[in-house]
C-alpha cells in the first residue's frame, strides 16, 4: 500500500494521484469529517471486490455512495421522497448518510443487489476536492470488520485494510461514525445513530 502523507503534498498533488488510482480500478484509504473511508469507483466490480475482501466485509452488507452534493447522486437514485429532498437541503454536506431508492442497473454490485442506496455528502474540504475530482466513491468505514473505525489520530498504517493507496491528513474532524436515516419514506427512520444525534436529524427534518 503506497501512503501519501497530506502535510507533505498540495491538494492539487494529493488529488491528481487518488484520481489515477480509481481510473486504474484502485481503492483507496481517504478522509471525511467522521473516520477514514476506503473506496473505490462506484461501478468497477473488480475494484468493489477488493474492498470488499480488504475489509473482510460481508457480502451482504453495501457500500454507501460518496458524493460532492445532490447532483452527482442523482444518476444513482430512482426517486426522492420529501424526506430525502428535505434531509440532503438541511444535513448536507455532514455526517448524515441517507438511503434512498437506487436506481434499477446502477450501482447494483455495490448495493448488494438491494433496491436502495446509501449517500453520503462529507463535510470535509479534502474529501471534497477528491469526490469532485473522481466523481462519487463507493465507500465503507477504514477498518477491518469488527475492529473500531479509523479516525486518523494514529499514523499506525497496520491499523487499516490493505488499499492501492491511502491518504493520511491526520485525525479526522468527529471522530466518530456517520448517522443513518432511512428517508425512503416520509417518515425518516433512524438506522444507526452515530455522531448526529437523532432528536437533531428529527428536528431538522420537522418531524416530531
Known sequence: MRIIRAADRTVTEIVREVAACVRSSGTVIFPTETVYGIGCAPEDARAIDAVFTAKG???DKPLALHVADVRAAVPYVDALTECARRAMGTLWPGP???IVA???QRYERAACGLDTISLRCPDDDLCMAILRETGPLAATSANRSGLSAYDGSSEDAAALPEATLAVLAGPTKLRRESTIVDC?????????EGVVP??????ALGTP
Request: hydrophobic share 40%; charged share 25%.
Open 184 to 192: 425512503t419514506g416520509e417518515t425518516p427512520v433512524i438506522v444507526r
Open 198 to 203: 437523532a432528536e437533531r436529524i428529527l428536528q
Open 57 to 59: 466485509r460481508s457480502a
Open 96 to 98: 448524515v448518510a441517507l
Open 102 to 104: 437506487r436506481t434499477p
